[in-house]
């Protein structure tokens, strides 16, 4: 098994994860494999401890764990992400992704999905069922994010946006990250639009076994939209703009599909606006109680 070229490299950021990331690496090393993979990780200057662990795990798995620790917030500075981090120095063939935060449950899990990805050569981007579960309890499942067929393709990511598939479940050929266009770097979340520029780049597998768990309310990017006006104006403004740009870096392959999306958008963006007045205006249980009758609604 050569080290120096690992099948997998593995993606991590984190910031401030001390409560989540040992489970997260614990995930990592667990993977029973035929083949070597490598942990890229890059922490953005946390200060509650998270790199004291992560030296912790690079000194007992030092040809596994390999770490970035920065000394000063980068997020802060508008430079951020695995995009930035962790691909350019990722030497495996495919790309996993799991943040700090987050955390594997199978063992197989890697062995399946490159699996997945050898039996099928025109496959880009291999994902599988995810639970998701409260940040405060690990035990107790919010949801399930699965699907009910075995294969897809860049419309379906289009029209399934973020939430399509979790971050953490994502396995896909490096090279189609090799070179990473502008909208996607300025895009205010990082799961959909790597989603759409690997999409492009074959059929999506997906694998129905549950092997990853996503927390729920850990204090990500996306909690803080339909918190006032100008944080979730600023959210969706920027996810058109991705669009646009995906759009026009596409050569308009996809035109009538974003329209759709970016219809389908803007809709949720004014029920969002909505949200916020009611939360600002006529108080939290007000809004929740609304909130709660939406969903029953939708169901």
Same mark, same amino acid.
């Not at 690992?6 to 950021?13: F, G, H, L, Q, R």
């Not at 520029?197 to 997906?206: A, N």
């Not at 339909?226 to 669009?243: A, D, E, P, V, W």
């Given at each position: 098994?050569?080290?120096?070229?690992?099948?997998?490299?593995?993606?991590?950021?984190?910031?401030?994860?001390?409560?989540?990331?040992?489970?997260?690496?614990?995930?990592?090393?667990?993977?029973?494999?035929?083949?070597?993979?490598?942990?890229?990780?890059?922490?953005?200057?946390?200060?509650? +401890?998270?790199?004291?662990?992560?030296?912790?795990?690079?000194?007992?798995?030092?040809?596994?764990?390999?770490?970035?620790?920065?000394?000063?917030?980068?997020?802060?500075? +508008?430079? +951020?992400?695995?995009?930035?981090?962790?691909?350019?120095?990722?030497?495996?063939?495919?790309?996993?992704?799991?943040?700090?935060?987050?955390?594997?449950?199978?063992?197989?899990?890697?062995?399946?999905?490159?699996?997945?990805?050898?039996?099928?050569?025109?496959?880009?981007?291999?994902?599988?069922?995810?639970?998701?579960?409260?940040?405060?309890?690990?035990?107790?499942?919010?949801?399930?994010?699965?699907?009910?067929?075995?294969?897809?393709?860049?419309?379906?990511?289009?029209?399934?946006?973020?939430?399509?598939?979790?971050?953490?479940?994502?396995?896909?050929?490096?090279?189609?990250?090799?070179?990473?266009?502008?909208?996607?770097?300025?895009?205010?979340?990082?799961?959909?639009?790597?989603?759409?520029?690997?999409?492009?780049?074959?059929?999506?597998?997906?694998?129905?076994?549950?092997?990853?768990?996503?927390?729920?309310?850990?204090?990500?990017?996306?909690?803080?939209?339909?918190?006032?006006?100008?944080?979730?104006?600023?959210?969706?403004?920027?996810?058109?703009?991705?669009?646009? +740009?995906?759009?026009?870096?596409?050569?308009?392959?996809?035109?009538?599909?974003?329209?759709?999306?970016?219809?389908?958008?803007?809709?949720?963006?004014?029920?969002?606006?909505?949200?916020?007045?009611?939360?600002?205006?006529?108080?939290?249980?007000?809004?929740?109680?609304?909130?709660?009758?939406?969903?029953?609604?939708?169901?």
């Amino acid at each position: 098994m050569n080290i120096s070229q690992p099948t997998v490299s593995i993606s991590c950021i984190t910031y401030n994860h001390a409560a989540y990331i040992r489970k997260c690496l614990d995930g990592f090393i667990m993977q029973e494999t035929t083949f070597s993979f490598e942990v890229l990780i890059h922490d953005d200057a946390s200060t509650d +401890g998270t790199e004291q662990i992560i030296r912790e795990y690079e000194q007992k798995y030092p040809n596994i764990i390999k770490p970035i620790y920065e000394k000063e917030n980068q997020w802060r500075k +508008g430079i +951020g992400g695995s995009a930035v981090f962790n691909f350019p120095r990722a030497k495996g063939k495919y790309i996993a992704m799991c943040e700090g935060d987050d955390y594997w449950t199978d063992s197989l899990k890697l062995q399946k999905q490159v699996e997945m990805m050898e039996m099928h050569n025109n496959c880009a981007l291999c994902f599988h069922a995810t639970k998701c579960v409260r940040a405060s309890d690990t035990d107790i499942v919010y949801n399930i994010i699965s699907k009910s067929q075995q294969r897809f393709n860049i419309h379906d990511l289009i029209l399934g946006g973020g939430g399509f598939m979790a971050t953490n479940s994502m396995l896909f050929k490096s090279e189609f990250v090799r070179n990473i266009p502008q909208w996607m770097l300025d895009c205010p979340v990082g799961d959909l639009p790597l989603m759409l520029l690997v999409g492009c780049g074959g059929d999506i597998f997906y694998i129905n076994d549950i092997m990853s768990a996503y927390r729920v309310g850990a204090g990500g990017y996306t909690s803080i939209v339909g918190q006032n006006f100008l944080k979730t104006s600023k959210h969706y403004k920027g996810i058109f703009r991705m669009f646009d +740009g995906f759009d026009e870096w596409s050569k308009m392959n996809y035109h009538d599909t974003v329209l759709l999306r970016k219809k389908q958008l803007r809709k949720q963006y004014y029920k969002e606006l909505v949200m916020c007045f009611m939360k600002k205006f006529l108080g939290e249980n007000f809004y929740f109680k609304v909130h709660s009758i939406y969903r029953e609604h939708k169901k």
